[in-house]
């Protein structure tokens, strides 16, 4: 079954930290691009972080220094580690395949207000 499954969302105080986790089935994961992708309310959806399946990582920068994107190919996971949380952070978070297939998770809702 073609699938990616994200969790790890939630509500947090600005500041606090996060991590989301996208564990994909269904699909030769090693070989796929894993991205971030977040929509916030009114607003189009926007890259967030990309990793490549050698490992070379990409952010945007309005998250660049406090957002940490990994993976784990073995549990064909990917990571995104959230610190530093701001309430324009606040978001329906998305986690996408790129490679022979595109594929898109259900999102996760990130909330960051005190």
């Known amino acids: 079954q073609l699938q990616l499954v994200e969790s790890g969302g939630g509500l947090v105080q600005p500041g606090g930290s996060l991590r989301l986790s996208c564990a994909a089935s269904g699909i030769n994961f090693s070989i796929y691009l894993m991205g971030w992708y977040r929509r916030a309310p009114g607003k189009q959806r926007e890259l967030v972080a990309t990793?490549?399946?050698?490992?070379?990582?990409n952010y945007a920068d309005s998250v660049k220094g406090r957002f940490t994107i990994s993976r784990d190919n073995a549990k064909n996971t990917v990571y995104l580690q959230m610190n530093s949380l701001k309430p324009e952070d606040t978001a329906v978070y998305y986690c996408?395949?790129?490679?022979?297939?595109?594929?898109w998770g259900q999102g996760t809702q990130v909330t960051v207000s005190s």
């Open positions: 996408n395949a790129d490679g022979p297939r595109s594929l």
């Open positions: 990793i490549r399946p050698g490992g070379s990582t």
